[in-house]
């Protein structure tokens, strides 16, 4: 890899280090999602890094697990901007009601996704699969780098993959 493109790399993260740290996080800027702000892309550069830092890991060894509260708010993201995006962009099918939990076994969390039509609902109550495992385990599922055989799972199981089909992958 030339020594150019590592410089490009390394002036261009830092220039957006920088500006990240000099804009208060309620700043309006653009962004793809709803919520339109500074704060918007600190959670997605820290979610993005921490995915990133994983695979680079993964590609030469045992990677260290994602820290339990950046993997947390992840599993949150994924379903409050993530996968209601990636269902739009990829003309997902609707829902039929499917209810997927997901409970972290590390610490708090608890998050059970409803899809209903073309709905995206973080909800209470019952579930028809749930997927158990640490923060960055879930993390690390929702983001298809580990398998749901990583997991403890109850329930449907028929419902596993369909997740996919609900929340394409882009």
């Not at 298809?144 to 449907?156: F, H, M, T, W, Y």
């Not at 596993?160 to 929340?167: A, C, K, Q, S, T």
């Amino acid at each position: 890899m030339p020594d150019s493109l590592l410089n490009w790399f390394e002036e261009g993260a830092d220039r957006l280090g920088t500006l990240l740290r000099d804009s208060a996080p309620d700043e309006p800027v653009w962004t793809w999602s709803e919520e339109q702000t500074v704060g918007f892309w600190v959670r997605m550069q820290i979610i993005e890094a921490a995915i990133h830092r994983w695979d680079a890991e993964n590609t030469i060894g045992t990677p260290a697990p994602i820290p339990g509260e950046v993997a947390a708010d992840a599993v949150t993201q994924t379903f409050q901007v993530m996968a209601p995006a990636r269902r739009a962009w990829k003309q997902a099918p609707a829902g039929a009601g499917e209810r997927y939990r997901f409970r972290r076994t590390d610490g708090p969390g608890l998050w059970t996704v409803h899809f209903e039509g073309e709905q995206v609902r973080l909800m209470d109550g019952g579930f028809d699969v749930e997927l158990a495992g640490t923060a960055s385990d879930l993390m690390l599922y929702l983001w298809q780098r580990i398998p749901a055989g990583d997991l403890d799972v109850q329930g449907d199981k028929d419902l596993i993959d369909r997740y996919f089909v609900l929340v394409p992958p882009i």
